[in-house]
Nanobody, 122 residues
């Protein structure tokens, strides 16, 4: 099994920045793909970003492209999400995800973190 623990969420004003971290433990060989999803009140959980083991392949939702950057440090078993130019529409619970599939869909995720709240005020 794999356990994922997020940190770094909080309250920020529009235009500001936050960096989320997610540390993995357990069978980390099953985390070839790592990514982030988010869920706002009254909405379904949606894809945000994904990264391959080496970091050579990344993908982002259109709504965050150019503002968010995903990266990973395999020596620390940690994936990061740098969020810049934040908007009120980014307010959501952010979930770390991992698995052996591409992770563009929730059904492809093998392991989930507990979530961390990000609130962007106007």
């Amino acid at each position: 099994q794999v356990q994922l623990v997020e940190s770094g969420g909080g309250l920020v004003q529009a235009g500001g920045s936050l960096r989320l971290s997610c540390a993995a433990s357990g069978h980390t060989s099953r985390t070839y793909w790592k990514g982030w999803f988010r869920q706002a009140p009254g909405k379904e959980r949606e894809f945000v970003a994904v990264i391959s083991w080496s970091g050579s392949s990344t993908d982002y939702a259109d709504s965050v492209k150019g503002r968010f950057t995903i990266s990973r440090d395999n020596a620390k078993n940690t994936v990061y999400l740098q969020m810049n130019s934040l908007k009120p529409e980014d307010t959501a619970v952010y979930y770390c995800a991992a698995g052996l599939k591409y992770l563009r869909e929730t059904r492809e995720v093998d392991y989930w973190g507990q979530g961390t709240q990000v609130t962007v005020s106007s």
